[in-house]
């Protein structure tokens, strides 16, 4: 299918990022246009949306940030499977066949890229010029549609979806809560939702300590040009990698439990340059927040949706539905 067609799921979910009225697609999958003349063209694999708004608040350095990210960390990598199958454990995979699905904040679409697998139908959505490196990571996965646009500003008929994931993405929102929100409108009755949000410890210790440390290190280092943070971020990575990770993976194995206790358990089995991606991710992104459970239940009471499951593995993952 490639970049020639937006499949017809996607189609006629899809509403003018202008006007709201439903859209028809133009010849050769050039992009999309509404009845009253608005036009949203596709290139290379993307469909912008993103030229309907102006960025508010903290958007717009977001987006550069995020953009310089995946389109230089660009490639579909063997550790996202390894990371995929933690990300994705409390899902039923295969109750996802036939179904439509929304990713928001793709990034360069390493989870668009697992659950089109799955679904019938996928729309990888960014609103940085990340959906680039999305749409070369999926051209050739049937069923994926790369959208660039704001989530807040989905352009989809409400209750399209119904699998929406948003993996590491509402915590970098100025007001994540609201953007959950805009999310659960675009959820269909009885679909489900998987989150993953940044998550903070609830006593004191090591890891709230690392945290802390972290955080004076952002004051610093989100100010800094992108790539000189890039370049940065292989020592720092290579600091942590020596100080937390090599000693951790030691203990696991030789069974030393103040070894084994250590903090970035996740990276053990992963391969350094993945600590380098996140390094820069966790230093570059100008807003995040981080979350007790105590403070992320309210965020499903007061919308109505059921939990399913709720972990915490370094973030939260939380997979709800709505009744
Ligand atoms: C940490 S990355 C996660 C990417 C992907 N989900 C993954 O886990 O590999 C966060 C992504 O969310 C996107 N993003 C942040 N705020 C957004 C918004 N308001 N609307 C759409 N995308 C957004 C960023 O551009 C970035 O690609
Ligand atoms: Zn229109």
Redesign the pocket.
């Known amino acids: 299918m490639g970049w020639d067609v937006i499949p017809a799921p996607v189609l006629e979910r899809l509403r003018c990022p202008t006007c709201g009225k439903d859209v028809t697609a133009l010849p050769d999958g050039a992009g999309v246009t509404c009845g009253s003349g608005h036009r949203f063209d596709r290139r290379h694999g993307v469909l912008d949306c993103s030229t309907a708004g102006r960025p508010q608040g903290s958007?717009e350095a977001?987006?550069a940030s995020?953009?310089y990210e995946?389109n230089t960390f660009d490639g579909v990598r063997d550790e996202d499977q390894s990371f995929a199958d933690v990300y994705f454990r409390d899902v039923d995979l295969e109750g996802l066949r036939g179904k439509v699905g929304l990713?928001?904040?793709?990034?360069?679409g390493?989870?668009t890229r697992f659950l089109a697998q799955y679904l019938k139908a996928e729309v990888a959505?960014?609103?940085?010029s990340?959906a680039e490196a999305a749409a070369r990571n999926l051209a050739d996965v049937p069923g994926a549609t790369v959208v660039r646009?704001?989530?807040?500003d989905a352009p989809f008929a409400p209750e399209s979806f119904d699998f929406i994931s948003s993996?590491?993405?509402l915590h970098?929102?100025d007001d994540p809560f609201a953007?959950f929100q805009r999310l659960l409108a675009l959820l269909a009755p009885e679909g489900q939702v998987l989150l993953y949000l940044y998550s903070r410890p609830e006593t004191m210790g090591l890891r709230s300590l690392s945290l802390t440390a972290a955080t004076a290190l952002r004051r610093v280092t989100t100010r800094l040009s992108h790539p000189v943070l890039k370049a940065l971020s292989t020592p720092i990575a290579g600091v942590l990698w020596w100080g937390f990770v090599v000693p951790g993976r030691f203990g696991e194995r030789h069974g030393i439990p103040s070894l084994a206790g250590l903090p970035m358990d996740a990276y053990r089995s992963m391969p350094f340059r993945s600590l380098v991606l996140d390094t820069f991710?966790r230093l570059s992104?100008p807003v995040e927040y981080r979350y007790t459970w105590s403070d992320l239940q309210p965020w499903f009471d007061r919308t109505g949706l059921v939990v399913d499951a709720a972990r915490d593995e370094t973030g939260w993952f939380v997979l709800a539905h709505r009744p």
């Open positions: 958007t977001t987006f995020f953009g995946w990713d928001a904040g793709c990034g360069k390493r989870y959505l960014d609103g940085s990340a646009s704001d989530l807040r993996l590491g993405v970098h929102l953007g991710d992104a």
